[in-house]
């Protein structure tokens, strides 16, 4: 991002202009399947591969959500981080839920965005986060790990 504004490729960090995002997603997704690829090569835990490929596959979903509406995906980012590690770890972990309305009021407080597409943001970290655990779940039971 640091070289895209350097570039001006994209206007400001946030990459707020969405006609500017595909690139965004683009090049995130490159490094999610180079990430991939080391995770094959280090023979790493199976539960980081689910978590990589959701990743992956919530870059295109939201790619194609971004197309329709402005959602905010930090909110959707986050929401999906955080259900995710609270659902992997439990306990206290949960807690780390309540710093979802503090990002929603500094998108809302910096007018980057509206009520309903923090809204959207949060509806879609969470479909994307529920998507992956039950994936994660169902991939479990089947492979017996």
Known sequence: VFIGVKQKRFTDMDVSKREQRPLLFLLCSVMGIIYLIGLHIFHAPFV????????????????????????????????????????????????????????????????RHTLSEVIAGGVIGSVLSLSVYGAYIAVKLLLHK
């Open 48 to 111: 980081l591969f689910v978590v990589t490929w959701g990743i992956l596959l919530g870059i295109i979903a939201v790619s194609i959500i971004n197309r329709k509406i402005k959602a905010s995906m930090h909110v959707a980012t986050m929401t999906a981080i955080l259900l995710t590690v609270s659902f992997g770890y439990g306990g206290y972990f949960y807690l780390l839920l309540l710093l979802l309305p503090l990002l929603a009021w500094a998108r809302l407080k910096t007018k």
